[in-house]
């Protein structure tokens, strides 16, 4: 789960890291008032679930209460990466010396938490990463001990000369360590990491993505999803109890199992296509889940062709049928559809299939290159 600037801030200043205090605003009004109450010039920041805010007009300096609410007003009307902006981040303006990136993720390959550090600061890291890789340290925490006091003076000593600067920053990384495990974050990042003219340093941004998994049995970090902020496909399929991530191919997958669903968006892209969504519906036997990943699937105009790819086991194949043939019947569906299914109850499957003028095949590898194709050629049926 994805937090929003102003929520990270408050998890990180929680955990006693250095940063400017400010406020939300709805409206430029409010922004307005808000930088008012914090006098002197302020950044007035777009709060949505996406990096790069700063380069699509995003984050902007201005120096007087009635510049922060014209700066608001636009800002508000923006979209940023396809999400629509509603509120604002109201912050001081800080004089900025230099910029780094310190960041912390769980690594799967490494099976714990990284930490990511690089004097290259501000700037997108993916870029830093891909291009000068050299420039970011990396270090892997044992996440019995946490960060050790040494090795986040070794880090910091990577960033900065000035000592006191040195430690000021290895204790913002111990912070961070401890906000990262105590809150079940993914992801918890500051970027940039700034010094002042004056020699502080400050967390002027934060962005800390949250393990779904914790949310069960943190209600405290679970109230604090904006759904208005998410992309309504994904707000949809986990309420229908489905694991689904939107992605900008044509090929919509249904899929029973996670890493069924991960074979076949390799497989289709295998075969020159690209994978619409990742969704696995699960291993239930519920053909309302058919129906509901149906109609997300439809309601995504990219898709021009759906994959069913289902290896019946605790899921009956005779369900998901059962389901395709009730949504056809609510729904129009204008893309072609191709549908794999082997496993428990197949033959009645088939028959239910056939019985409404629909085929099933059972090999894999022909239904993904059919659904490439179609998805190709654009053919509605
Ligand atoms: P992002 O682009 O979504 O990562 O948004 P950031 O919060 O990182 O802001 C982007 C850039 O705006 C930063 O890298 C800074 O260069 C600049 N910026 C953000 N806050 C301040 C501030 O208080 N003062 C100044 N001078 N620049 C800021
Ligand atoms: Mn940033």
């Known amino acids: 789960m994805n937090l929003h600037e102003y929520q990270a801030r408050a998890l990180l200043r929680a955990a006693g890291i250095p940063m400017l205090e400010g406020d939300v605003a709805g409206s430029p009004e ?3 008032a808000v930088a008012r109450s914090l006098g002197g010039p302020v950044v007035v920041k777009a709060q949505v679930h996406a990096g790069g805010r700063g380069k699509a007009g995003g984050v902007k300096l201005a120096a007087t209460p009635a510049e922060a609410r014209q700066h608001a007003s636009r800002i508000l009307a923006l979209t940023i990466k ?10 001081p303006a800080a004089e900025i010396a230099s910029e780094s990136y310190v960041g912390l993720i769980l690594d799967r390959e490494a099976q714990r938490p990284v930490f ?15 291009r000068t890789p050299e420039k970011i340290s990396r270090l892997a925490v044992d996440p019995r001990y946490g960060l050790f006091p040494h090795q986040a003076l070794g880090l910091a000593l990577t960033l900065y000369r000035d000592f006191s600067q040195v430690k000021a920053t ?19 990042e500051i970027n940039p990491l700034a010094t002042t003219p004056d020699g502080r340093v400050l967390a002027l941004d934060a962005k800390i993505v949250i393990d779904d998994n914790e949310l069960d049995r943190r209600p405290d970090l679970a109230a604090l999803r904006d759904e208005s902020a998410e992309a309504p496909s994904e707000v949809a399929a986990r309420r229908a109890g489905l694991t689904y991530i939107q992605l900008d191919g044509n090929v919509g997958c249904v899929v029973n199992g996670a890493g069924l669903a991960m074979a076949t968006m390799d497989l289709v892209k295998y075969y020159g ?19 509901n990943a149906l109609r997300i699937l ?16 605790i899921t009956r194949t005779d369900d998901v049928a059962k389901g395709i043939v009730t949504t056809l019947g609510q729904l129009e569906v204008r893309v072609p559809i191709v549908i794999r299914l082997t496993g428990t ?16 095949l059972s090999d894999m590898d022909q239904a993904v290159q059919q659904a490439v194709a179609l998805a190709r050629s654009g053919v509605p049926v």
């Open 345 to 360: 109850n197949e033959q009645e499957a088939i028959r239910i299939l056939r019985n409404a003028g629909m085929t099933a």
């Open 82 to 91: 396809g999400l629509p902006v509603r509120k604002v981040l109201v912050v």
């Open 30 to 32: 409010e922004a307005e």
């Open 116 to 130: 990511m550090v690089s004097a290259a600061g501000g700037v997108d890291i993916e870029e830093v990463a891909a």
């Open 298 to 313: 439809t309601s995504d105009p990219q898709v021009k062709a759906i994959l069913f790819n289902i290896f019946g086991g």
């Open 170 to 188: 290895a204790k913002i990384m111990q912070q961070l360590g401890r906000a990262f495990v105590e809150n079940g974050a993914s992801l918890a």
């Open 273 to 291: 296509g690209a994978p619409a969504n990742f969704l696995d519906i699960g291993g239930s036997s519920n053909p309302e889940k058919v129906v």
